[in-house]
């Protein structure tokens, strides 16, 4: 790795980081080609990390079948991997539909909150990176309600990660999005509704360790689901001895922002244009036409 201008603290940090971030808890459905992550830079553009086809659930005769109801309330979680910032969203649809991203954008439920929910840095005082933009690797957390729409059977929980910031050690540049999904079987609970009968549930739940008992979020590049997926690009050519070559990232150099995800943001989308490595800004929002992630 190459970094020429940080100093011997910012590599102890890097050191301890890798670009990445993953619902821990539940497993997810890994993959063998980005050791388990989904990282949209890398070439990874989802729905899942891996497809229906490959799912443990699937293939994997040890994998513990994970029951919910309709109704339940989970609580997922993931570690905050040293990165500050940006939203997480989780939605659920029938298995049989996890390849496919227009059933995760267009599902009545969905759940959004602040990537720092529950957590922060391990040292609230270090600057270095920024304020409260420090190492940390604690367990962040939300909850989702198992939407009553889903009938008994195999679904699939997809957790996207966007908005984060501080790429390796450069405290200007954010992240692109990452994804992992894993699967249930629902089998009972409340009464099935028909699709959409309940109207849209969209759900907000802002605070994050930069702004704690509010209801917005520290933010970098995008506040909205597709702008930083890379379209159906891949690194051109990717070094073993050079993470960063690994990547497209950064999705942007323009810093942090505070507030909403797009769709509960009063003023809407909120995203600039000085996008990193020098590529223009279409090349970082074609996912309409590939993947869907700008509905």
Same mark, same amino acid.
């Given at each position: 790795?190459?970094?020429?201008?940080?100093?011997?603290?910012?590599?102890?940090?890097?050191?301890?980081?890798?670009?990445?971030?993953?619902?821990?808890?539940?497993?997810?459905?890994?993959?063998?080609?980005?050791?388990?992550t989904?990282?949209?830079?890398?070439g990874?553009?989802?729905?899942?990390?891996?497809?229906?086809?490959?799912?443990?659930?699937?293939?994997?005769p040890?994998?513990?079948?994970?029951t919910?109801?309709?109704?339940?309330t989970?609580?997922?979680?993931?570690?905050?991997?040293?990165?500050?910032?940006?939203?997480?969203?989780?939605?659920? /649809? @029938?298995? %049989?539909?996890? =390849?496919?991203?227009?059933?995760?954008?267009?599902t009545? !439920?969905?759940?959004?909150?602040? +990537?720092?929910?529950?957590?922060?840095?391990?040292?609230?005082?270090?600057?270095?990176?920024?304020?409260?933009?420090?190492?940390?690797?604690?367990?962040?957390?939300?909850?989702?309600? /198992? @939407?009553? %729409?889903?009938? =008994?059977?195999?679904?699939t929980?997809?957790?996207i990660? !966007?908005?984060?910031?501080?790429? +390796?050690?450069?405290a200007?540049?954010?992240?692109?999005?990452?994804?992992?999904?894993?699967?249930?079987?629902?089998?009972?609970?409340?009464?099935?509704?028909?699709?959409?009968?309940?109207?849209?549930?969209r759900?907000?739940?802002?605070?994050d360790?930069?702004?704690?008992?509010?209801?917005?979020?520290?933010?970098?590049?995008?506040?909205?689901?597709?702008?930083?997926?890379?379209?159906?690009?891949?690194?051109?050519?990717?070094?073993?001895?050079?993470?960063?070559?690994?990547?497209?990232?950064?999705?942007s150099?323009?810093?942090?922002?505070?507030?909403k995800?797009?769709?509960?943001?009063?003023?809407?989308?909120?995203h600039?244009?000085r996008?990193?490595?020098?590529?223009r800004?279409?090349?970082?929002?074609?996912?309409?036409?590939?993947?869907?992630?700008r509905?």
């Open positions: 790795m190459r970094f020429p201008t940080l100093s011997l603290l910012g590599c102890a940090f890097l050191a301890h980081t890798y670009a990445h971030s993953m619902m821990t808890i539940p497993r997810g459905r890994g993959n063998t080609e980005w050791w388990g989904c990282a949209s830079g890398a990874c553009h989802g729905p899942c990390e891996s497809k229906r086809a490959q799912a443990p659930i699937l293939n994997d040890t994998y513990p079948i994970q919910v109801r309709r109704g339940d989970l609580t997922i979680h993931w570690q905050r991997f040293n990165h500050p910032g940006g939203f997480v969203r989780l939605t659920m /649809v @029938p298995f %049989d539909q996890s =390849d496919d991203w227009t059933a995760f954008h267009t009545s !439920y969905a759940k959004f909150s602040c +990537y720092e929910s529950n957590c922060g840095p391990d040292d609230p005082n270090d600057s270095y990176f920024g304020p409260m933009n420090g190492p940390g690797d604690g367990i962040c957390s939300t909850s989702f309600t /198992v @939407p009553q %729409d889903l009938p =008994d059977g195999k679904v929980l997809q957790w990660w !966007y908005g984060g910031g501080v790429y +390796y050690g450069q200007d540049a954010g992240f692109g999005e990452y994804y992992t999904c894993t699967d249930y079987v629902v089998q009972g609970g409340q009464d099935v509704a028909a699709p959409g009968a309940a109207g849209s549930q759900v907000w739940q802002g605070g360790a930069s702004n704690p008992g509010t209801d917005v979020c520290k933010y970098w590049s995008s506040n909205r689901i597709g702008d930083c997926s890379f379209g159906n690009l891949r690194p051109a050519n990717p070094q073993a001895d050079d993470l960063q070559s690994q990547s497209l990232e950064p999705c150099r323009a810093g942090a922002f505070v507030g995800s797009a769709e509960f943001d009063p003023q809407g989308v909120r600039v244009k996008w990193g490595r020098g590529v800004s279409e090349a970082f929002v074609q996912a309409n036409a590939v993947n869907g992630t509905a």
